[in-house]
């Protein structure tokens, strides 16, 4: 039986990203254990249903992610894959207790503290560890990750890092990562990236990236990779319960309810509120992949098929009738 292939679309650098990546953080044990089992699931999973994007940082699991991840894509030639990680938390050694984990989200040991340092040293160090814990000789992509209060240090010292890194081929493309898209639109304009992470704020419920990021990665010809596409959890399942989270805490009622009605439209059409999520993350030009944290197989597959599935396109239409989502939405 031949390989799966999937849709890919390429960089300015000629990085191919596929439309589906495997975002690491379940890796590096984000929120509980994953065991061995889950990660090489995750792993093979994507792999067969023709994924080559995988994504991954310091900060998940204070270096378990690039180290488990690197061990389990060393069965596969490295030609065949593009290899994303971050750099600007930096991982310190700290003295700590037997059996004190990390206090960052990971269930790990709490042997280092992450420390932000955007400074020409620390990113070329950071940069050789990183390929250290992978396995690897190069990288195809590295982001400065979350230099949101760093503009300063990160658009000097850090990017110009990362540009000598592009130039010497030990980096491909390079980027930067964040919760917000003001910050990462003035990257876009003022300095030399050539792809964005973008977490969170273009998602069924939030399109502010319109007014600003969007338009400038398109007219710079820059790469949107989108990520938490779920919102933390609010878009995940058919219908929201009152409990949902939004950002990682507790959602407002009135963002409950949004997401209900929305959802409402979605069963009107024949489909359902996360794959509508999956497949709206991906719709507008400025997005090349979407990249998708995932424990364990069961999570891949879902996450491909809901890009996969077909949906009436009426839905789209309807959502903006309704005022659910706002004219132009797609560019």
């Known amino acids: 039986m031949p390989p799966v292939t999937m849709e890919s679309a390429r960089l300015r650098t000629g990085t191919p990203?596929?439309?589906?990546?495997?975002?690491?953080?379940?890796?590096?044990?984000?929120?509980?254990?994953?065991?061995?089992?889950?990660?090489?699931?995750?792993?093979?999973?994507?792999?067969?249903r023709g994924s080559r994007l995988f994504d991954t940082a310091p900060h998940y699991g204070l270096g378990y992610s690039e180290r488990r991840l690197g061990e389990l894509l060393a069965e596969h030639p490295r030609d065949e894959y593009v290899l994303s990680t971050k750099a600007g938390r930096t991982l310190v050694p700290q003295v700590y207790s037997a059996g004190q984990l990390d206090d960052g989200g990971f269930a790990v040991p709490a042997a280092y503290r992450r420390e932000f340092d955007f400074s020409r040293g620390a990113i070329l160090r950071g940069v050789e560890q990183s390929l250290d814990r992978l396995g690897v000789d190069r990288l195809d992509i590295v982001y400065l990750h979350d230099p949101d209060h760093h503009w300063e240090q990160a658009s000097t010292e850090g990017i110009g890092a990362l540009i000598e890194l592009r130039d010497q081929g030990v980096v491909t493309s390079i980027g930067v990562g964040m919760n917000q898209s003001a910050l990462p639109a003035r990257f876009v304009r003022e300095t030399d990236i050539d792809v964005v992470m973008l977490?969170?704020?273009?998602?069924?419920?939030?399109?502010?990236?319109?007014?600003?990021?969007l338009p400038a990665a398109l007219e710079a010809g820059v790469g949107i990779v989108n990520v938490g596409v779920y919102n933390s959890g609010l878009l995940a399942r058919p219908r929201v319960a009152a409990d949902a989270t939004y950002d990682y805490v507790q959602a407002p009622a009135t963002l409950i309810a949004r997401a209900n009605a929305i959802a409402e439209v979605c069963e009107e059409f024949g489909t359902d509120l996360p794959t509508a999520a999956m497949q709206f993350s991906l719709r507008h030009p400025a997005v090349t992949s979407v990249v998708l944290g995932c424990r364990d197989a069961r999570q891949v597959a879902e996450g491909v098929e809901r890009m996969d599935a077909v949906v009436d396109e009426g839905l789209w239409d309807a959502l903006i009738s309704r005022g659910l989502l706002p004219e132009g939405v797609f560019g």
């Open 17 to 48: 990203l596929t439309r589906f990546g495997l975002g690491g953080a379940q890796l590096g044990n984000l929120g509980r254990v994953t065991t061995d089992e889950q990660a090489r699931g995750a792993v093979e999973e994507a792999w067969a």
């Open 199 to 213: 977490a969170g704020r273009f998602t069924l419920l939030e399109q502010g990236p319109l007014a600003d990021l």
